[in-house]
């Protein structure tokens, strides 16, 4: 299983960035895709989710801001940014839930929102 993301830089805020991760080794049609984000001395913690069906789900913090998606024929799912805030700054992970009880992470990619 690997997951690799990409798209993570240094943005001014209120800038954007789409961050993409590109899943193979795991049936990705019918994973739950999600991105986590960890900022330096905080926990890991959920900004987004998306089923195998379609549906999302947000965190309140981002909500209204960024937009998870997903290509089952590429086997990727995006997260685009939007608005970006300082506070978004973080090492956004993706995170995939497939069948067999697989939960997989990738490596991480940085973002850094300047003020």
């Known amino acids: 299983v690997q997951l690799v993301e990409s798209g993570g830089g240094l943005v001014q805020a209120g800038g954007s960035l789409r961050l993409s991760c590109a899943a193979s080794?795991?049936?990705?049609?019918?994973?739950?895709m999600g991105w986590h984000r960890q900022a330096p001395g905080k926990q890991r913690e959920l900004v987004a989710t998306?089923?195998?069906?379609?549906?999302?789900n947000y965190a309140d913090s981002v909500r209204g801001r960024f937009t998870i998606s997903r290509d089952n024929t590429k086997n990727t799912v995006y997260l685009q940014m939007n608005g970006l805030k300082p506070e978004d700054t973080a090492v956004y992970f993706c995170?995939?839930?497939?069948?067999?009880?697989?939960?997989?992470w990738g490596q991480g990619t940085q973002v850094t929102v300047s003020s």
């Open positions: 998306i089923t195998s069906g379609g549906s999302t």
């Open positions: 995170n995939a839930k497939a069948p067999a009880g697989i939960n997989a």
């Open positions: 080794g795991i049936l990705f049609r019918l994973s739950a």
